[in-house]
Every structure is written in C-alpha cells, then in structure tokens.
C-alpha cells in the first residue's frame, strides 16, 4: 500500500508550484479522497463517531465508501433503542417491507437478507407517532402482499403469532382499506368491522381476507395459530409484549369467522381450496371461539347473514352448540329471535331450516339465554314472542312451537324468572285484545301440556285469568269464557281481588254475560267482604242512611260515609228501610243505582252479615 503522503489529488497542488512531472503523474492517477487512504484502525474510528445520516450521506459519495460504510450502516440501524424496551429503529427492514412493491421485490430481499447478516431483527416493533400504534415487519410484508418478501421473513425467524396495534396504524400506512382491496372492503362491513377495528392484529388476517394463498401457506407452514384479531394480554399491556402468551384464547376473531362470511363458491375456489380445508381442519379445537366485543361465534355469524353451506359444515365439525353470545343466546334462540322478528319470506324460509338442522344436531331445545335474569330466555319462549298478528305468522309460529315440543321443549320453564311459554302467549293474546290466532296458539299448549293456572312468578303470583278479569271491560265478551273452557280459575288468595273487581264493574256482574263471582266465596276472607262493601257504595258515591237523602258531593264523601254509618239506625231497620222505600218508590238517592248492583249488593250483605258489616265498617 503507498505511504499516505505520496498519494495525493491534482488539486491539491497550485498550478505554480506543480511540476510537469507531478502534474503527469497525477493526472494519470484516478481521483481518490484521502479519507479513503487513511489506515484502517482510523477510519474504523471516524465511521463509528458518525451518526447514521452522515455515514449514509459518506456512502453515496462512491462506490468504495459505499462498500466500507454498508456494514457500519446495518450495525448502526440495528442498534436497541436507547430509552430500553424491544423498540428497533431498523429502518432497512421498514423500508424492505413497506415497499415491497413487484419491481424492488430483489432490492428488498437483498436489504433484508443484509440487514439480518449484521444484527438486524425481524421481530422489532415499529411505532407509529402516536406511539399506542405498532406493528412489526411481517405485518408490513403481508400488508403489502408480497409473498417472497414474506417467505423472507419467516425464513429470518418472523412471528407469526406477533401483534400489531390494528386497523388505524396499517390504514395510516395505507397498507390495509384500500377502495381496490375488495377482500378487506368486503370485510369491514356489518358483521366484523366493529370487533376487528377493536383489536390487535396478526399477520394472518389480511392474507385470508384477501385470499393471498401463497402467503396462506407459508404461514400455516409455520403453524400459525388460527386467530387474526384478539385482545391485548391484560398480563403484558405494560411492556407492549407482541406475543401472544397463554392459551386457550377464549375471545378472538379466528379464520372460521372469516370462513363464515364463505359462500360455498368462495370456500372451493379452484386456487385457494385446498389451503381453505388446511385451514379449517387444523384447529377445531377452536371453531367456536366468540368474537371480543359481541361474543358472536361463528356459528352465530352464518345465521346472521344467511350462511347455510357453512352453517352445516361447522356443525359437522363439532361446533359447540350451546355456545353463548354477549346476550347469553345460543345459536338457537338466535335463529329463532331472527325468525320471530323476520317478515321477509326467504329469510324466514332459511331460519327454519336452520333451526330445523340446529335441533337435529342436538341443540338443547330447553336452553336458558341467562345473562340478563330480567329476561330469561328459552326457545319456546322466543318462539312464540311474536311480532305479528296475521294468518301467515300464526300457521310459521305454530308450526314453530310444535316442532320444538316434538323435540322436548318444556312448556313450564323457566320456573323460576319471568313467566313460561303459555304465560306470554297469554299476556301477548292480552295485550292485543284477544286475538283469535293467539287464542289458538294458547290451547295448542294448554293441549300439550300446559298448566294454565300455574302462577306467574313476575307479577307476584296473579293467575293468567286474574290478569284477564283485571282487564274485562277492554275485552271482546268471547275472551274471558273461552279461557274458562280451557280450565283456567284463580288462586286463593286473589278471591278478595277479584271481588273487589266484579264490584266496580257493571259488565262483570251482567246476569247474562258477567262473572259468577260467589263461586269464590269460600275463599273470601272477612277484610275482603268489608272492602267489597264499602267499595260497593262509594264506587257510586251514595251510602245508605236514616233518610237515604242525598249523597254529600264532596271531596268528604268517603269520612262522611262512615260517620252516618256510625250514627244510624241498626244495620236490621236500614235495610229494612232500604227495601220498603224502594218498593213503595218514595224519597229516592239522587244518582239511582241500576237493578244490577242492587241484586249485586244482596249476596254481599247475605253472604257476610249486614250487621256486622256495617259496626266494623263504622270502627
């Protein structure tokens, strides 16, 4: 090697000063810098005290800097960052699988093959400015497509199971949502755009969105797992560990999620078919994982959108049957909420062939939906929760209910919360002024079983036919004897309350089409028959007195009442009194009771005792 100081450039010599000797020999001589003539040892010295930009700028100066300086720059690329954690600036490896684009494709294999050779790792997290966005450099390569830039990540030991931060940091780097990606377009619609905007990402999901089945395949040959969105680990949020680290997950968004939006032409696609049936036999130990925000599996997906090829091969797969969502509903109870609320016919027409086949795969027909106790749920509870009152619904809904009662369904659960099946076939009939298509429905399931007198626990034990004379006035003359042929009757203890009904109602007591109310006079107790009584005349703002004068209209009337009662004549002269006046048609109320409730009022007082009716009335 020449001495230093006999290597020098033509410029450095005056014009006046060179000799023609030197200015021959120097320019025969090609131009170098010394900087590139210095010993080794010092240049080692003065490259490693420069930063990055300036051993970069160094390099583009030529070509032998470029080839000294390439090293120092993967070095100094691959360097920790300094404030600690796993956090790399390797902008060579960011770069190589950002821009992996079809025609730098051997640019960046050579990028990232060099910067792996001088410490680089694949494994680093870039952040975003907002520094809650990361990814890492195979979420880049799958963002972009390329497989061979994948397949050399993977061969320098990428993650497939690693984490990015989601949707807004791969969409800020335009790498995911584009107008022309119509796999993730098709994705970010109604059924997964909420969970997967909501969780972190793996490498996995944008490839099986997209159908990429190269990249398909090089990943499951590195076994990746089967989930492609999951929440963050609660046990390393702290440290932004990338790594999924415990298992079995249990809220994901997995590839049978994805499968479920497959119709049958997209599942057998000539090109992706075989990857596809890899797949999804792989792992079925977790086909039927929930997503994180709905709690929707994927069995539940294919009955939202109608999915019925992939409803039947997850079920074949043994898909958890019993699985619930957010609601506590199985797929199930979901299909049937659907069909009961669905007034399109071929929406309808699927429903009940998805339920048909849910139940003869062995779905529990007495399934409770418990997650809200206020509103416990079963199928044949929301089977006959009907939305529509027409000839059409009635004939789908009864031939609902019967084929969940041929399959077991129990007409008394649930026992303990809200009220059964026949009580809200009853309560609905009720609501809708007794509808001749419910009241079908109501003696099919009194005829299958049903027990029409059991007590609605809700509504602190009241009996359906209670429910029903609480309401008589509303209702058609029909209603209350077409319940009495079903068997209904009243508990005990609503005897007094019913009394008290008939006594306020002039229909109730009509001869011809009242309510026999002393058939339940056994079982009125004493404080009821007094409560009738009094009702009885203050209902029609009038007592009986001495005179029988006319009733005081105050607001007083009621304390009046009681101080005239205390103040007459015995209980045996007014009535008495009561009756030869009225026969002998003198001094007459001022508001005339009709002849209904005066042969009302002559069972109560025959019944109880008027004159001892009348001294408790006055205590």
Not at 232 to 260: C, G, K, L, M
Not at 549 to 567: A, D, L, Q, W
């Amino acid at each position: 090697m020449p001495a230093v100081q006999d290597v020098v450039m033509a410029d450095d010599y005056p014009p006046e000063k060179a000799s023609a000797s030197q200015n021959a020999q120097t320019q025969a001589m090609p131009k170098r810098p010394w900087l590139n003539m210095m010993p080794l040892d010092i240049r080692v010295m003065i490259f490693e005290d420069l930063d990055i930009q300036s051993l970069a700028r160094l390099a583009s100066t030529c070509h032998d800097f470029a080839a000294f300086v390439e090293p120092y720059l993967y070095k100094r690329d691959a360097k920790p960052d300094p404030e600690g954690g796993n956090k790399v600036d390797s902008s060579a490896i960011k770069w190589a699988t950002m821009y992996a684009d079809a025609s730098y494709t051997q640019a960046c294999l050579e990028v990232l093959r060099r910067s792996a050779e001088f410490g680089g790792d694949i494994n680093a997290i870039f952040y975003g400015v907002d520094k809650s966005e990361f990814a890492t450099a195979l979420h880049f390569a799958c963002g972009t497509g390329n497989a061979e830039v994948v397949e050399s990540c993977l061969s320098e030991g990428a993650d497939v199971m690693a984490l990015s931060s989601g949707y807004s940091f791969l969409d800020r780097l335009s790498l995911c949502g584009h107008e022309t990606d119509e796999g993730v377009m098709y994705l970010f619609g109604p059924h997964l755009d909420k969970d997967l905007k909501f969780c972190r990402w793996l490498p996995l999901l944008l490839p099986m969105l997209r159908g990429q089945r190269r990249i398909l395949e090089l990943l499951a040959h590195e076994h990746a797992p089967p989930f492609v969105a999951c929440l963050p680990d609660p046990a390393s949020e702290a440290e932004r560990n990338s790594i999924i680290s415990q298992y079995p997950i249990t809220r994901a968004v997995t590839i049978y999620h994805i499968f479920a939006l497959m119709d049958e032409s997209q599942f057998h696609d000539e090109d992706l078919k075989k990857v596809h049936r890899l797949l999804f036999a792989r792992h079925r130990e977790d086909i039927s994982v929930c997503t994180p925000r709905h709690g929707m599996s994927p069995l539940h997906m294919t009955i939202r959108i109608g999915n019925g090829f992939m409803m039947r091969k997850l079920t074949s797969a043994r898909a958890y049957l019993e699985v619930g969502c957010n609601m506590g509903r199985t797929p199930l109870l979901w299909a049937i909420m659907e069909y009961t609320g669905s007034t399109d016919y071929s929406r309808r027409s699927f429903l009940l062939t998805a339920i048909r086949h849910l139940i003869d795969s062995g779905a529990n027909v007495n399934c409770y939906a418990d997650q809200n106790m206020d509103a416990l749920e079963t199928p044949l509870l929301c089977a006959v929760d009907v939305a529509t009152l027409d000839n059409k619904t009635y004939h789908s809904i009864a031939n609902l209910v019967e084929m969940l009662l041929n399959a077991g369904a129990n007409i008394a659960e649930p026992r303990t919360v809200r009220f059964s099946a026949l009580h809200a076939v009853a309560m609905v009939n009720l609501d809708n002024g007794s509808n001749d298509y419910l009241e079908s429905l109501l003696k099919m399931l009194v005829r299958r079983g049903g027990d029409i007198n059991a007590p609605m626990i809700h509504s602190e034990g009241s009996t359906i036919l209670f429910k029903y004379l609480k309401r008589y006035d509303d209702l058609p003359y029909h209603a209350i004897p077409n319940l009495l042929s079903m068997g209904a009757n009243i508990q005990s203890y609503e005897a007094d309350d019913v009394l008290e009904l008939w006594v306020h109602s002039s229909r109730m007591r009509s001869p011809q089409r009242g309510y026999d109310v002393f058939q339940h006079g056994a079982d009125v107790s004493e404080a009821g028959w007094k409560r009738a009584f009094v009702k009885a005349f203050k209902s029609h703002n009038r007592i009986p007195t001495v005179g029988f004068g006319r009733m005081p209209k105050s607001s007083n009337s009621t304390r009046n009442t009681c101080r005239r009662i205390r103040g007459g004549p015995t209980c045996t002269s007014l009535w008495k009194s009561w009756g030869r006046r009225r026969a002998i048609g003198r001094t007459r109320l001022s508001t005339t009771l009709d002849s209904s409730f005066d042969e009302a009022l002559r069972p109560l007082f025959g019944t109880f005792g008027i004159a001892q009716l009348c001294s408790n009335c006055a205590a």
